[in-house]
């Protein structure tokens, strides 16, 4: 009898202080330079063991940054990469409408903060879709 050796770093582990590293996650980035600094809003979602996804973002406009860890807490768990990927894009939507002002980008940049802001709803839009059509399939 022959005993199969398991291999135990499929999923990834989290770092000492819980979060896990964002360079494993897939990520999906949107990233513009405006003469008041650069505009950017990264999506990360991780799969941290077999249908249970996370996800972070990170939003930075001009001076003001703004992100959240990826961890996996109670209020951080999806069934799906799309669920937890809309959950991403949500929360960095909210990030992108409550910074722009304190930015200082707005209005000058208006335009750059408009073509993010379409991004993130494009991203919305197809994760919804996704979503929808998902449920139909077993519905």
Known sequence: MQQLS?????????LDNGFYDRDV?????????????????????LEV???LYIQACEVVLGPAHR?????????????????ALRAAAWKATRELKANRRASGLYPEHQSTLLRATNWLEDILRQCDHLLERQVKLFG
């Open 6 to 14: 398991l291999s135990l770093d499929r999923w990834p582990i989290p």
């Open 67 to 83: 992100d959240t860890p990826l961890r996996l807490t109670p209020g951080n768990r999806y069934d799906s990469p799309e669920a």
């Open 49 to 51: 063991v077999p249908d």
């Open 25 to 45: 996650a897939h990520r999906q980035a949107f990233e513009q330079r405006c003469a008041g600094g650069r505009v950017s809003v990264v999506l990360w979602v």
